[in-house]
C-alpha cells in the first residue's frame, strides 16, 4: 500500500533531489524508496540498471548451448561454401 508523506526540508534540496530522480529516469517516489527499502542495499539505479539485473537473472536460470570448437565450425563453413 503506497500512503503520501510529506518532508521538510530545503528548496535547495528537493531541486537537487528532483534532478539526480530525473537524471536516472526514475521518479522523487521511486528514488526515495529505493534508497530505503531492499537487501540493505543504498544504491539509486536507473531503468537501464534494473533491465540489465533482470536479464542477467534470466540468463543464469537458462540452459547453456552447445558450442563447437572453432576448428569444426570452419570446417563446417568451408564445406558448406565449396559444395
Known amino acids: 500500500m ?6 521538510t526540508v530545503k528548496q535547495s534540496v528537493i ?3 528532483k534532478r539526480k530522480a530525473k537524471s ?3 521518479s522523487l517516489s521511486r ?3 529505493e534508497i530505503f527499502e531492499g537487501e540493505g542495499e ?3 539505479k536507473t531503468e ?3 533491465a540489465a539485473e533482470r536479464l542477467l537473472k534470466n540468463l543464469e536460470k537458462s540452459d547453456s548451448i552447445n558450442t563447437l ?3 569444426k565450425l570452419i570446417k563446417a ?3 558448406r561454401k565449396f559444395t
Open 42 to 44: 543504498n544504491e539509486i
Open 77 to 79: 563453413h568451408v564445406e
Open 2 to 7: 503506497k500512503t503520501k508523506l510529506t518532508l
Open 24 to 26: 536516472r529516469g526514475i
Open 31 to 33: 528514488m526515495f524508496e
Open 15 to 17: 531541486e537537487t533531489a
Open 48 to 50: 537501464a540498471q534494473r
Open 69 to 71: 570448437e572453432d576448428k
